[in-house]
């Protein structure tokens, strides 16, 4: 999907700005609003993947001009539509209309080590790795309307494969409802002069996943 989230060498945002001693949250909403995502994921059963793309689809105008966890707030409503957990007009006037989903609430002492458990998307693969190491390839220029993890900025772009990492969890499939659908992922080496198209001797590396590559 291109979307606002998608801004990799995007000009017109000014310098970025660096807050010394910055907070976890700004503001007590802010937590409240992490520790609602992180329950409700649970109940209601979607992926990281899902939850990246339901924040992501904001229209891009609100997205530019709100912050990351209004983000994760759009992602949480989008998402209790969706899989059947509450209404447009639940969400807006804070009281549920219907019967509520019976679950079991996890233990306040139960959060933290939930949060912050070990967890892995590598899976095994079913087929051969197609690239290896020293290979050069040139990334697909593709443009889904469902979610992606290929940059528009390395869209049709040639590079050097210099590490394989094995089959993980394909995030295109994973965040449409599709499965995880596991493929190979590769770190690529890009030259920045390439990219941006002036002098520069800066490397940029990406972890990409194999449907977003061809052989050069």
């Not at 001693?21 to 700004?26: I, K, L, Q, S, W």
């Not at 007009?89 to 949060?115: L, M, N």
């Not at 499965?179 to 990409?208: C, M, V």
Request: aromatic letters at 10%.
């Amino acid at each position: 999907m291109n979307g606002a989230h998608d801004c990799g060498g995007m000009m017109g945002f000014g310098p970025v700005a660096r807050e010394e001693n910055e907070p976890v949250f700004h503001a007590p909403w802010e937590a409240r609003m992490f520790a609602l995502m992180s329950a409700v994921g649970d109940v209601g059963g979607w992926t990281l993947d899902e939850d990246r793309s339901a924040c992501e689809s904001m229209r891009p105008g609100d997205y530019i001009n709100t912050s990351y966890y209004e983000h994760w707030l759009h992602g949480a409503e989008t998402l209790l539509q969706k899989h059947g957990l509450a209404t447009l007009d639940e969400i807006r006037s804070g009281r549920a209309a219907t019967p509520a989903r019976p679950v079991t609430p996890t233990s306040a002492a139960a959060v933290w080590p939930a949060v912050t458990a070990h967890g892995s998307y590598q899976r095994k693969a079913s087929v051969p790795a197609r690239f290896r190491p020293g290979d050069m390839i040139r990334t697909r220029n593709i443009h889904p309307e469902t979610h992606t993890r290929l940059p528009r900025y390395l869209r049709g772009q040639v590079g050097e494969v210099i590490a394989s990492h094995g089959a993980h969890v394909f995030p295109d499939s994973n965040a449409r409802g599709g499965g995880e659908n596991p493929q190979w992922l590769y770190t690529i080496r890009f030259k920045a002069s390439d990219i941006w198209g002036r002098e520069s001797r800066d490397l940029i590396h990406a972890d990409l996943w194999e449907p977003y590559l061809e052989a050069r």
